[in-house]
């Protein structure tokens, strides 16, 4: 089982949704969050997720929130691919299409 920070005492992240001085006890390390995700949808898990994942399942009700603290985390969606003298254009075309939905979310930088 690999150790989380929320899991562990007095973080700033369980200060400040009040969980300080509580254990997470039984725990379970899923190989990816797809399995996390499938488990708590099916009643066999509670997780934490990025909000962007779990948005559509919590307003049609299959997942509920069980405390209203959201951690912002800055974080992002990077296209990485091997430098090339004649970049592939079905690649510069996905950069920009996936360029393009960030600026629709505000969500957009550049760099």
Known sequence: MTPLPWCQPSTPERALAGLDGLVALNTVDFDSRAFAFDAALSGQAVAIF?????????????LVRLHTLTVERPQGIHVAFPK??????RIE????????EANLSGNASTG
């Open 50 to 62: 990025d909000t962007r994942m779990t948005a559509a399942d919590e307003a049609n009700g299959h």
């Open 93 to 100: 075309a996905f950069a920009a299409w996936l360029q393009n």
């Open 84 to 89: 090339a003298r004649h970049p592939d254009p």
